[in-house]
């Protein structure tokens, strides 16, 4: 009989316990979460912000004439830039234009539609005009101090 009496007791004890930590985990799952922005809000912030930013144009019209060790440096370094650029508060609207081809297939397999780039498959001429384009190059005599929004900017590269 006293078998039977302490069997019954240790499950009386055991399901308290039970009981115990399913109150704990209500009272854990209860507590109010602070109420930030979604990813899916934080996402729409930053395509808004990317369309008002100032216009950054990389051109890959001279992907033909890289060998493919180039061809990947080139497609990491614009990963890269859209990196960058995401993590800054007032992004730019960074334009790769003569998207197509080898970078095009490289790109694509890393996401590039989602991260909030404007792709353009034709030279930038056909999307903007060369008199509202600043040239930018690292053979430069002067800095840019501030940039103007009635411009687009234009990244040079020299192929030797």
Not at 4 to 12: L, Y
Not at 20 to 28: G, L
Not at 70 to 84: F, M
Not at 114 to 136: A, F, I, R
């Amino acid at each position: 009989m006293r078998k039977k009496e302490r069997k019954a007791e240790e499950r009386a004890e055991r399901a308290n316990k039970d009981n115990e930590e399913e109150k704990k985990e209500e009272s854990y799952t209860e507590a109010p979460r602070p109420k930030g922005p979604t990813q899916k809000e934080k996402r729409q912030k930053y395509k808004d912000d990317v369309q008002a930013g100032q216009t950054v144009i990389i051109d890959c019209s001279f992907q033909d004439l890289l060998i493919q060790k180039e061809l990947n440096s080139l497609c990491s370094q614009l990963a890269y830039c859209q990196a960058s650029n995401k993590a800054h508060d007032i992004p730019t609207r960074l334009t790769i234009t003569n998207f197509r081809g080898k970078v095009k297939d490289k790109l694509d397999r890393l996401g590039v539609d989602n991260w909030g780039v404007v792709l353009h498959e034709k030279h930038y001429t056909e999307h903007y005009d060369p008199k509202d384009m600043v040239y930018l190059t690292g053979d430069a005599e002067e800095e840019i101090e501030e940039l103007d929004p009635k411009y687009h900017y234009k990244g040079f590269k020299h192929l030797l």
